[in-house]
């Protein structure tokens, strides 16, 4: 694998400064971060509503502690006003931005922008009421933008705000749009993520209707097996995560603690299916191809991809096959891994805390493993970084996938280093 990376681009890179994450594993991104590279799991039997009558009776329930810090932070009327979706990606765009360290007090807040992805499924949730006093505030706790406006007035931020929902991708699609607009010089910095909290009663019951949810209740922990032979679907699970992004000369300028460079991403519509992945995983390719031509970067220096990886058998064997297609031989030296094993699928939140992790892989060259691979495939033949973390110390690029139902697809590319610096 090649040390150095340069390119011709235009555009300059985007830091990475901030983070802040909340799923099944903590409520802080150092605590799902340990976690995880510890290879533990947040999959557990349902407990916050019964689901004795769901073929699926596991998922990935947020900690008890999320709620306590919940009640900490939430007044009783913001709680009425609003979803958890909501209070989940203000506590995690709190920890973000003082991970950034920023001076909030000197940022010129015209020119701050919130982008935040969610399926918008969980905004009007059957288990998220508000209680008493609740139903006067219906209209605006149950908007989807009010996810980025209220990350808006907790900051004061007057830049662009807005709602990006792509399903699965929604998250990744955020935080392209908010790198977009850094890159086209229409703000310095940005809060972007994703978020859902999807595990309910009525969201299990009608996914298991598509067939694609694991039904291992017996062993929750051993549930999600991406790549795995004996993979046989995914769970539901809640979280977001929010990072801040900032321009080149923003970061630089302040001396910023930076994670990563995004130096590119790619998007596009399979225009296939709501539910099924283009076969062969024809459109999985053509957005890794877009993303690593728009970074401008050989793809020979790329030495992990942070894999959508969802465990069923048809996205685990079409994702492999794409990333073949794309690097060929370099495929093999490749470090491929999913966060999913350990936590779950969170829709909206999936891509941005993947994203993250991935950042996080670069700062710290350590890799994140899968979990629960005991029985390889012999169709699905790369590294997946079985059961254990891997460190590293030449790894200079990094992929993020994120595939979503409907064929939204987004791939984001990030650097251990500003390129051409």
Same mark, same amino acid.
């Given at each position: 694998?090649?040390?150095?990376?340069?390119?011709?681009?235009?555009?300059?890179?985007?830091?990475?400064?901030?983070?802040?994450?909340?799923?099944?594993?903590?409520?802080?991104?150092?605590?799902?971060?340990?976690?995880?590279?510890?290879?533990?799991?947040?999959?557990?039997?349902?407990?916050? +509503?019964?689901?004795?009558?769901?073929?699926?009776?596991?998922?990935?329930?947020?900690?008890?502690?999320? +709620?306590?810090?919940?009640?900490?932070?939430?007044?009783?009327?913001?709680?009425?006003?609003?979803?958890?979706?909501?209070?989940?990606?203000?506590?995690?765009?709190?920890?973000?931005?003082?991970?950034?360290?920023?001076?909030?007090?000197? @940022?010129?807040?015209?020119?701050?922008?919130?982008?935040?992805?969610?399926?918008?499924?969980?905004?009007?949730?059957?288990?998220?009421? #508000?209680?008493?006093?609740?139903?006067? =505030?219906?209209?605006?706790?149950?908007?989807?933008?009010?996810?980025?406006?209220?990350?808006?007035? &907790?900051?004061? +931020?007057?830049?662009?705000?807005?709602?990006?929902?792509?399903?699965?991708?929604? #998250?990744?699609?955020?935080?392209?749009?908010?790198?977009?607009?850094?890159?086209? #010089?229409?703000?310095?910095?940005?809060?972007?993520?994703?978020?859902?909290? !999807?595990?309910?009663?009525?969201?299990? @019951?009608?996914?298991? =209707?598509?067939?694609?949810?694991?039904?291992?209740?017996?062993?929750?922990? /051993?549930?999600?097996?991406? =790549?795995?032979?004996?993979?046989?679907?995914?769970?539901?699970?809640?979280?977001?995560?929010?990072?801040?992004?900032?321009?080149? &000369?923003?970061?630089?300028?302040?001396?910023? /603690?930076?994670?990563?460079?995004?130096?590119?991403?790619?998007? !596009?519509?399979?225009?296939?299916?709501?539910?099924?992945?283009?076969?062969?995983?024809?459109?999985?390719?053509?957005?890794?191809?877009?993303?690593?031509?728009?970074?401008?970067?050989?793809?020979?220096?790329?030495?992990?991809?942070?894999?959508?990886?969802?465990?069923?058998?048809?996205?685990?064997?079409?994702?492999?096959?794409?990333? /073949?297609?794309?690097?060929?031989?370099?495929?093999?030296?490749?470090?491929?891994?999913?966060?999913?094993?350990?936590?779950?699928?969170? +829709?909206?939140?999936?891509?941005?805390?993947?994203?993250?992790?991935?950042?996080? #892989?670069?700062?710290?060259?350590?890799?994140?493993?899968?979990?629960?691979?005991?029985?390889?495939?012999?169709?699905?033949?790369?590294?997946?970084?079985?059961?254990?973390?891997?460190?590293? @110390?030449?790894?200079?690029?990094?992929?993020?996938?994120? =595939?979503?139902?409907?064929?939204?697809?987004? @791939?984001?590319?990030?650097?251990?280093?500003?390129?051409?610096?």
């Amino acid at each position: 694998m090649s040390s150095s990376i340069s390119r011709t681009c235009k555009y300059k890179p985007v830091a990475v400064t901030g983070i802040g994450m909340i799923c099944p594993l903590g409520i802080s991104t150092d605590e799902c971060w340990e976690k995880m590279l510890e290879g533990k799991s947040g999959i557990r039997t349902i407990t916050k +509503f019964d689901a004795s009558e769901c073929a699926t009776r596991i998922g990935g329930q947020l900690p008890d502690e999320y +709620f306590a810090l919940e009640k900490k932070t939430t007044s009783k009327r913001m709680f009425k006003q609003t979803v958890r979706s909501t209070r989940i990606t203000r506590l995690c765009a709190r920890e973000a931005l003082a991970d950034s360290a920023m001076d909030l007090d000197s @940022v010129d807040h015209n020119r701050a922008a919130v982008i935040i992805g969610t399926s918008g499924s969980s905004v009007r949730s059957p288990d998220d009421l #508000g209680g008493k006093g609740s139903e006067r =505030f219906k209209i605006i706790r149950e908007m989807t933008n009010a996810i980025p406006a209220w990350v808006s007035l &907790d900051h004061g +931020f007057k830049g662009t705000s807005y709602t990006v929902s792509a399903a699965c991708s929604s #998250g990744s699609y955020a935080i392209a749009q908010a790198c977009d607009m850094i890159r086209w #010089g229409t703000a310095d910095f940005a809060v972007a993520g994703g978020v859902d909290t !999807l595990l309910t009663k009525n969201t299990t @019951v009608r996914v298991n =209707f598509m067939k694609v949810l694991s039904e291992r209740n017996d062993e929750p922990e /051993k549930a999600m097996r991406p =790549f795995d032979k004996t993979r046989e679907g995914w769970v539901v699970s809640d979280g977001g995560c929010v990072v801040v992004l900032e321009s080149y &000369d923003h970061a630089i300028k302040r001396n910023a /603690k930076v994670y990563a460079w995004v130096a590119g991403h790619g998007a !596009l519509s399979e225009s296939y299916s709501l539910y099924a992945p283009a076969p062969y995983g024809e459109g999985m390719e053509q957005t890794m191809e877009i993303a690593i031509e728009d970074a401008r970067i050989p793809k020979d220096t790329i030495g992990y991809v942070n894999a959508n990886g969802t465990s069923t058998l048809v996205n685990d064997l079409c994702e492999t096959s794409a990333i /073949k297609k794309v690097f060929g031989r370099h495929a093999y030296d490749l470090l491929v891994s999913s966060q999913k094993s350990m936590i779950g699928h969170s +829709f909206g939140g999936a891509g941005a805390i993947e994203f993250a992790v991935t950042a996080l #892989g670069l700062k710290n060259q350590k890799i994140t493993p899968t979990i629960n691979y005991e029985f390889p495939d012999p169709d699905c033949d790369l590294n997946y970084v079985p059961n254990s973390m891997v460190e590293t @110390v030449n790894l200079e690029a990094a992929i993020s996938n994120s =595939f979503g139902f409907g064929g939204h697809n987004c @791939v984001l590319v990030l650097t251990r280093s500003p390129l051409g610096k």
